[in-house]
């Protein structure tokens, strides 16, 4: 390939075709992952159920908050502080909204009961925002009032756009009553920009993502220099600002440049930290945690691990080979 122009010509013409093969791969799953008759159909067949479950181990917690606290409790050993989530979102009655809460609020207790080195993340729209914000805003009291018996950090997630407004009001009005909570802010939203001006204002940990969700045209940036400046100047105003602040990101080249920014604003402790999925580069925040940077792996646990399955392999194609690997075994 480096001596011979046409094989170079021919290598790039494959590699070419396999990035569009994966890509179109990974529409196909991000479609297939919002497919509720494909879902219904996985969880009726026990078989396939089982067998893409063997994938799914691989970025979860478990399908229960015991299995993951053994999960945590050993990543804590290792020196990681963790982040625990029950996985869900969207919920269509007060009923499911009110399970949910009562589960995040058992994970409150654990975490204090166990001692063990956690905060809590959830999506709003999992405790009741689709049905009415003052729903969603008494759930999170609930919440936060079982975090505060042991003053355990929350951090809410971001979500698909058209829930941006609801998520920003709900958390402004929650931080009223919860000061440890903390909120995600997507870089790749051009909005991001005014809502990090008025966020960086309050307390709370704000969680810098470049962003999963598809957005309308005009909304939000691709991959590329601009969307990793754009996230570099959040963090690096942040962290100027001595305001606390999760690098959230599995980009080797993001980290490395963050971690410079850190050398040069030395945050105290706890101020800052870098935070990956459970799973996924985990080499790299490993190699962090040696070289003395806070490091946190986020935990998700639940039964509804096929929309996050599919996510994980949808944003980086090539985990496809991973996880026919993992169901081969
Ligand atoms: C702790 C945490 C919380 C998050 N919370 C939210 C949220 O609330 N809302 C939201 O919209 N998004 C959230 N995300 C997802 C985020 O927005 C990105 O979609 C996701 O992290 C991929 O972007 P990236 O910056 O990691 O890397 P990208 O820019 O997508 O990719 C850069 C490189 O990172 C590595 N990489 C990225 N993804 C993977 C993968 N799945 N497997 C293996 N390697 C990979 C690869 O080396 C890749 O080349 C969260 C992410 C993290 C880590």
Request: net charge negative; with cysteine.
């Amino acid at each position: 390939v480096l001596f011979c122009p046409t094989a170079t010509f021919d290598f790039y013409k494959k590699e070419h075709r396999m990035n569009e093969l994966l890509n179109v791969g990974a529409q196909a799953l991000r479609r297939a992952a919002l497919n509720q008759e494909a879902k219904a159909y996985l969880l009726g067949n026990a078989h396939l159920f089982n067998v893409l479950k063997k994938a799914a181990d691989r970025y979860i917690g478990g399908e229960s908050l015991q299995e993951t606290v053994t999960k945590v409790m050993a990543q804590n050993q290792e020196g990681f502080k963790c982040s625990i989530e029950f996985m869900g979102e969207n919920v269509a009655t007060e009923q499911e909204a009110a399970e949910a809460t009562a589960e995040f609020a058992a994970i409150c207790r654990i975490i204090m009961d166990k001692n063990l080195n956690s905060t809590v993340s959830l999506d709003l729209s999992h405790i009741g925002l689709g049905i009415s914000a003052d729903l969603c805003l008494n759930n999170l009291r609930t919440i936060t009032n079982a975090a505060a018996a042991g003053n355990i950090e929350v951090i809410i997630s971001a979500e698909g756009t058209d829930q941006t407004d609801a998520v920003m009001d709900t958390y402004k009005k929650a931080n009223g009553f919860y000061n440890n909570l903390g909120i995600t802010l997507q870089a790749y939203l051009y909005r991001t920009q005014d809502d990090f001006n008025e966020l960086i204002g309050l307390d709370g940990r704000i969680r810098i993502v470049k962003g999963a969700f598809e957005t309308k045209k005009g909304l939000s940036m691709s991959r590329g220099t601009e969307l990793d400046d754009a996230y570099l100047s959040y963090v690096e105003r942040l962290l100027r600002n001595r305001h606390k602040c999760s690098i959230a990101t599995h980009h080797a080249e993001i980290q490395s440049a963050a971690k410079m920014l850190v050398d040069q604003h030395k945050p105290e402790k706890d101020f800052y930290e870098f935070e990956s999925l459970f799973g996924i580069q985990d080499q790299q925040l490993k190699n962090l945690k040696n070289e003395g940077y806070h490091a946190k792996v986020y935990f998700v646990y639940g039964t509804e691990w096929y929309l996050y399955l599919c996510n994980r392999i949808a944003e980086y194609p090539l985990n496809i080979f991973r996880a026919l690997d993992d169901i081969t075994k």
